[in-house]
């Protein structure tokens, strides 16, 4: 069994690879929930469902969010009504939602995400690290924002100047499938917003000591692949760079995957991590997910 932890870019970009060179019925993934919340009356679970949408083979692979075709009909509509949404959720992904929120009057999410990924015909299991309410505060030059008013309304523009989230309790069994697992993934998602939080979960730090565990550096050069990483690194006092994800990392990993362009660390890397694998790790086509797919898996392919 691979376990992999997952937020909603970079992982999922590396699970399109994963599934081609692994059986999918062996995987599970971890997935994220620190920026869950309500918006326009339905739970919008981002991470979860860029998870889903991409083992269904239904992504929309230009934004990384959202059904690939869909349309946004109901979006135009409420915004021509004068009542606009934060986020752009096309009509598909919104009656996944609306699912999702309906369900969730009955069952935890942990179960609801299991009804949801069966329904699309997905073999592998998706855990949301908790089924508790997640709270991320970003503190920045501006005051304090919620996550995607900060990343949405805002453009990601104002400085960080710290990041406060609460504690959660695991997902029934999360901390046992990792315990299980013949390998652990972190994959290359945000370190401080999609891994860190799924690290921090109790438990979890006892048994990714017991597990081998395999991470990704989302960081190439001194910038992350996409998203808010940087700033959040930064803010936090964590160098942007793949050395500054390994030093997070390093307490868990036995090897560390870094991008050609990052060679030169390689030597201080290895001072932190028995192992570290310098490949192209930019995702660009199909081809390079699987090239990197079966070098993070390479021990038990």
């Not at 960081?219 to 990483?229: E, H, K, N, Q, Y």
Request: charged share 25%; hydrophobic share 40%.
């Amino acid at each position: 069994m691979i376990t992999i932890l997952s937020g909603g870019t970079g992982t999922p970009k590396l699970l399109q690879g994963i599934v081609k060179v692994a059986d999918p019925k062996e995987l599970s993934v971890i997935v994220n929930t620190l920026e869950n919340n309500y918006f326009s009356g339905v739970y919008v679970a981002a991470d979860i469902d860029t998870v889903m949408y991409t083992l269904s083979g239904i992504i929309n692979c230009e934004t990384w969010y959202g059904i690939k075709d869909d349309t946004f009909i109901t979006h135009e509509t409420l915004k021509e009504i004068k009542c606009p949404e934060i986020l752009r959720i096309g009509d598909k992904d919104r009656a996944i939602k609306i699912q999702k929120t309906l369900l969730m009057e009955k069952y935890p999410l942990s179960k609801v995400v299991d009804i949801q990924r069966k329904a699309l015909g997905i073999e592998s299991e998706i855990i949301p690290m908790s089924d508790e309410k997640s709270n991320i505060v970003i503190v920045t030059d501006n005051g304090e924002m919620e996550f995607h008013e900060f990343l949405v309304e805002n453009q990601g523009s104002p400085e960080v100047v710290d990041i406060k989230n609460n504690k959660v309790s695991p997902s029934p069994g999360l901390v046992e499938r990792v315990e299980e697992s013949d390998m652990i993934v972190l994959g290359p998602s945000n370190p401080i917003t999609s891994i860190w939080p799924i690290i921090s979960i109790k438990g979890m730090d006892k048994a990714l000591k017991k597990s081998y565990v395999v991470g990704i550096s989302p960081i190439i050069g001194d910038a992350p692949v996409s998203g808010p990483a940087a700033k959040f690194m930064n803010a936090l006092g964590h160098d942007v760079s793949c050395l500054g994800v390994a030093k997070m990392y390093k307490n868990f990993l036995d090897k560390f995957i870094i991008d050609i362009e990052d060679i030169a660390y390689k030597n201080k890397i290895e001072r932190l991590i028995p192992e570290v694998v310098v490949t192209n790790t930019n995702m660009k086509n199909i081809k390079d997910k699987m090239m990197l797919a079966r070098i993070t898996l390479g021990e038990i392919l």
